[in-house]
């Protein structure tokens, strides 16, 4: 953010420069010409202003010397206020530059972070899911009065205000490092470009696209879409859910409004190096260690959009780079990534 507060100085010392010129170059013209305080203030005014209309009365020689006085004030006065203006402007122009630069910057730096494109409803709950996980994000949001809201919400947040169907926008976004990316803008048209160009600049990127009616979704998906969204039927099945399976909607946080992934399903991968790698889950003791019960195992190898083995028995063997889906909150999440190693 810009402080004005120099400049604001500057213009208040020169608003008072002027009216003591005006105060002063009005009394010179009462005196020396004799004339009206009305007659006088009209010709400092236009002498100050150097607008050039004709004098009022004629002057005499005492006269002119105050006017040529009265006419350098006013155009040093004039040159000092716009010295002022294009410095306010040159500074706030550079500052939106140096503040873009600064963000992209940072963007590109980040690694395995979520790009969100467009702001908007939907784009600020995906948000403050990805805070509630702890995940890192970029917003790329077009509308200038959407992205001040934002960061006004998120001052420390990578919001890049720009059009996210262009490709160098991506990738001031830092696409080439991002592991996700959301298409929710307005326009089913504007999502699919996003997807097009999301596909071809990263081809391992999971990307999640909005879409209304089974037209839309199925060109999101020929566009190469990982998952298309249509909040329309995801809200009809929350709303049906909370009516036909209450007991299960509470459980699951479908029917608590507010940030609550984090404390939901989550996924922690087996790494080659892990002591777990081999055993079998009664052997890995893993609700003793931490509390949680594996409700799938998603396999190494396997579609990483594809269906997980639901409820293992404990015979199951995990193998390195399988997924374990665990239900808890954070903590014992976190419990379980340092167990898992």
Not at 60 to 75: A, D, K
Request: charged share 20%; with cysteine; glycine share 10%.
């Amino acid at each position: 953010m810009i402080d004005l507060r120099p400049d604001i100085s500057r213009g208040l010392a020169i608003l008072v420069y002027f009216a003591v010129l005006t105060a002063v170059s009005t009394i010179g013209y009462v005196v020396i010409e004799d004339w009206s305080w009305e007659d006088s203030l009209y010709m400092t005014v236009t002498t100050e202003t150097a607008v050039g209309f004709d004098e009022v009365h004629p002057l005499s020689t005492g006269g002119r010397y105050w006017t040529m006085f009265v006419l350098g004030g006013g155009l040093t006065g004039l040159g000092m206020w716009f010295a002022l203006v294009t410095s306010l402007v040159v500074r706030m122009d550079i500052g939106k530059t140096y503040r873009r630069r600064r963000t992209v910057k940072q963007a590109k730096r980040t690694k395995d972070h979520v790009i969100v494109c467009g702001g908007g409803a939907m784009g600020q709950q995906v948000l403050y899911e990805l805070d509630e996980a702890k995940k890192s994000w970029v917003l790329v949001e077009h509308d200038k009065a959407t992205a001040d809201s934002l960061l006004r919400i998120w001052p420390d947040g990578l919001i890049v205000r720009d059009d996210a169907t262009q490709d160098r926008v991506l990738r001031d976004a830092g696409i080439e490092d991002a592991m996700g990316l959301v298409a929710c803008l307005s326009a089913d048209a504007d999502n699919l470009f996003v997807c097009l160009s999301a596909r071809d600049l990263h081809p391992g990127l999971t990307v999640v696209v909005r879409a209304e009616g089974e037209s839309a979704m199925a060109k999101m998906r020929r566009a190469g879409a990982d998952h298309v969204v249509n909040p329309n039927v995801t809200g009809a099945i929350w709303v049906a859910s909370v009516l036909a399976r209450p007991s299960v909607a509470s459980f699951l946080g479908v029917a608590t409004p507010g940030p609550h992934l984090s404390r939901h399903l989550e996924q922690v991968a087996v790494g080659a190096n892990s002591h777990l790698a081999g055993s079998t889950l009664a052997e890995a003791q893993i609700p003793g260690k931490t509390g949680l019960v594996v409700v799938a195992i998603h396999r190494a190898g396997d579609d990483p959009h594809g269906t997980a083995a639901l409820n293992p028995v404990a015979s199951t063997r995990i193998e390195a780079g399988d997924d374990l889906i665990v239900f808890g909150d954070e903590g014992q999440i976190r419990a379980l990534q340092d167990y898992v190693g």
